[in-house]
C-alpha cells in the first residue's frame, strides 16, 4: 500500500515537472536585420513615443547620467539589483535584432528573445494588458527614434537561485493574470480606457498596491497604498488619507500638472511619472485616468471642484491657525520662521495659491512621515511638483531634532490623527538613504 503511495507520488512529481518545463520553456525567436523591419508611418511612431512616456520607459531604462534607452539602471527590490535591459536598436547589445513577433513576447510573456523568462522588475505583468496595436507603436518608436548605443547591460545580484531565470515561470504561474485588457461591459469608454491606462502601460498598482512576501503585487489590495523608495505611494481607494476626496477634476488636474490645490504635489517617485511621463497624455486620456481613480475613490463625481470657502476647507484653514494655548515650542516657532512666510494657512486664499495647504495635504495626514520629512530635506525642486515652482530644501539649514519638532508641530496643529512615534531617528534615516541617491 505505502509502495503504491509512493509510486503514485513519484508519477506525480513527474508529470508537474514535465508539466512545469514545457510551461517554462520557450523557444528562441529568429534574429531579424534591421533592413528587413517594417516601415512605419509618423503617426505610429508619435503614438509609441507618448505611450513610452506614458510607461516610464526612458526612466527606468536609462542609467544616471547614460545615454537614452542604453540600459543599466538599478531596480533595486528585497532579493537584489537588477539592472534594466539596453532597448536601444543597437543589434549586439540592445534589442536591434528583434522581430515585432520579439517585442510583442517581452512586452506580453516577459520572456526576451532567446526565450529566456524575465523578471518582474520589468512590469510585464501590466504591459501584458497591452493591445498589439499599442505593443507595436512602442516598437516602432524605439527602432526608429532611439540611437543605438553599444553597452552591455550588468548581471543582477540576484544571490543563486532566485538568479536562474526558469524558477521565473512558477512565480509567473502563481501571481500573473496574463492577457489583454478586458473592458468592463458596465461601465463607460472613459472609464475603461483610464483602467486600461492605470492598469496597463502606466502600471500605477506598481507603485501604489502592496506586495506580499514574493514581490507581487496583492491585487486584494489594489491602489491600497505601498512604501516605495522610502516614500509612501498613498492609498488611491477610500483609504486615502486627504482630508478631502479626490474628484476626477482633481485627479485629472493632478496627474496633467503635478499639483492640486485640493490635496498634494507630486514629489519623489511621483514627480517624474507625472512630468516625464503621463503628462504627455492627451487631455482625454488625463480626463479617463481621473474618471477611473474618482471610482476608485468611491466617488464618481465629475462636476466642478467645491467651492474654496465651504465648509470642509475653512475647518482645515481654521484648524491650522495656531490655538493660542499651544506653547510656543521648538517646532512652531521653527515653523513660523522656516516655513510660515510661503506657507502662511491663514486663508482659503492660500488654496488658489500654488503653496499646499498643510491641514489637507496627505504628507501631514499619512500614517507614515516620510514624504513630509523628504519634502523638508529636500525641497521640491522645479521638475517636481508644479512647472517653475520651487520649495527650498532644508538637510543643511535643519537638523534631525529641529525637521522633527516641526512634523510634530504639525502634525499636532493641523490634523486630529495621532502623533508620529520616533520622528528625530527617522529623520535621521531618511537624511542617510537620501544622500545616497
Ligand atoms: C520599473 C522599471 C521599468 C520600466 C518602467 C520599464 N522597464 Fe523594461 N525592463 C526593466 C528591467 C529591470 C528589465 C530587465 C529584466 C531582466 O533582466 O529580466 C527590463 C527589460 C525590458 C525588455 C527586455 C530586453 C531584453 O534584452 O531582454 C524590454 C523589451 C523592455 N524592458 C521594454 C520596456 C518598455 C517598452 C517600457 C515602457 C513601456 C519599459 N520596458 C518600462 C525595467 C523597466
Ligand atoms: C514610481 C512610483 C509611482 C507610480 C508608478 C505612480 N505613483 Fe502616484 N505617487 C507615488 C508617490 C511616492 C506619491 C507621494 C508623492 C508626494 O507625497 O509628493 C504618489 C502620489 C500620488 C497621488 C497623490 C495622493 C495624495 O493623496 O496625496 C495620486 C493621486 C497618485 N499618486 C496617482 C497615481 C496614478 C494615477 C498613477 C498612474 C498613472 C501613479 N500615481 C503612479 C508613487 C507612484
Ligand atoms: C520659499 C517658499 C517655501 C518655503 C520657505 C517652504 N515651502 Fe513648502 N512648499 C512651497 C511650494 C511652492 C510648494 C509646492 C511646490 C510645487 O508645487 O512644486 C511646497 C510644498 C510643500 C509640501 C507638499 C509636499 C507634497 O508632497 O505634497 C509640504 C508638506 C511643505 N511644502 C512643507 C513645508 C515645510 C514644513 C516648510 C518649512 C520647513 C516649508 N514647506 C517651507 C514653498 C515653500
Not at 537588477?82 to 510573456?109: Q, V
Not at 516614500?231 to 496633467?256: Q, V
Amino acid at each position: 500500500m505505502i509502495k503504491r503511495i509512493f509510486l503514485a507520488l513519484v508519477l506525480l512529481a513527474v508529470v508537474v515537472a514535465v508539466a512545469f518545463t514545457v510551461y517554462a520553456w520557450h523557444s528562441e525567436l529568429p534574429a531579424m536585420a534591421a533592413s528587413d523591419r517594417p516601415d512605419f508611418d509618423a503617426a505610429t511612431i508619435e503614438q509609441g513615443r507618448v505611450l513610452a512616456a506614458a510607461g516610464y520607459c526612458a526612466t527606468c531604462h536609462t542609467a544616471e547620467g547614460g545615454e537614452p534607452y542604453a540600459g543599466n539602471y538599478p531596480v533595486v527590490s528585497d532579493f537584489g539589483t537588477i539592472y534594466a535591459s539596453n532597448i536601444t536598436p543597437d543589434p549586439d547589445t540592445g534589442i536591434g535584432t528583434w522581430s515585432p513577433e520579439a517585442f510583442r513576447r517581452a512586452m506580453h510573456e516577459g520572456v526576451d528573445r532567446q526565450g529566456r523568462h524575465l523578471f518582474p522588475a520589468f512590469p510585464y505583468d501590466h504591459f501584458t494588458k497591452l493591445s498589439d496595436q499599442d505593443v507595436d507603436a512602442l516598437y516602432a518608436y524605439l527602432m526608429s527614434e532611439v540611437t543605438p548605443v553599444n553597452e552591455p547591460t550588468r548581471e543582477s545580484t540576484l544571490p543563486f537561485p532566485l538568479d536562474l531565470r526558469f524558477l521565473q515561470a512558477g512565480w509567473k504561474l502563481l501571481f500573473v493574470d496574463f492577457g489583454r485588457y478586458q473592458p468592463d461591459p458596465e461601465r463607460d469608454d472613459a472609464w475603461n480606457r483610464g483602467a486600461y491606462l492605470a492598469e496597463g502601460i502606466s502600471h500605477c498598482g506598481a507603485c501604489h498596491t502592496p506586495r506580499n512576501a514574493l514581490g507581487a503585487e496583492d491585487n486584494g489590495r489594489r491602489y491600497q497604498g505601498a512604501v516605495i523608495d522610502t516614500w509612501t505611494a498613498p492609498a488611491l481607494t477610500s483609504r486615502n488619507p486627504s482630508a478631502m476626496r479626490w474628484t476626477a477634476a482633481n485627479l485629472t488636474r493632478y496627474l496633467k500638472t503635478g499639483a492640486d490645490a485640493y490635496h498634494g504635489i507630486a514629489a519623489g517617485p511621483m514627480g517624474p511619472v507625472v512630468h516625464a511621463g503621463i503628462a504627455e497624455l492627451p487631455d482625454r486620456d488625463l480626463q479617463a485616468l481621473g474618471v477611473y481613480f474618482a471610482s476608485v475613490a468611491g466617488d464618481g463625481d465629475s462636476g466642478p471642484l467645491p467651492d474654496p470657502d465651504s465648509s470642509p476647507v475653512q475647518a482645515s484653514v481654521a484648524a491650522g491657525k495656531p490655538d493660542p494655548a499651544w506653547r510656543l515650542d521648538d517646532g512652531e516657532r521653527l515653523y513660523a520662521t522656516a516655513c510660515a512666510a510661503c506657507h502662511y494657512n491663514d486663508s482659503a486664499d492660500n488654496l488658489k495659491a500654488t503653496r499646499p495647504e498643510l491641514g489637507i495635504n496627505s504628507a501631514t495626514r499619512l500614517d507614515d512621515p516620510a514624504n513630509l520629512i523628504h519634502v523638508i530635506l529636500d525641497g521640491v525642486p522645479t521638475g517636481e511638483g508644479s512647472h517653475g515652482v520651487v520649495m527650498p530644501a532644508f538637510r543643511s539649514a535643519l537638523d534631525d531634532q529641529q525637521i522633527a519638532a516641526i512634523a510634530a508641530y504639525l502634525r499636532a496643529s493641523r490634523t486630529d490623527l495621532p502623533a508620529w512615534p520616533d520622528l528625530p531617528a527617522r529623520v535621521g534615516e531618511l537624511r542617510a538613504h537620501a544622500g545616497t541617491h
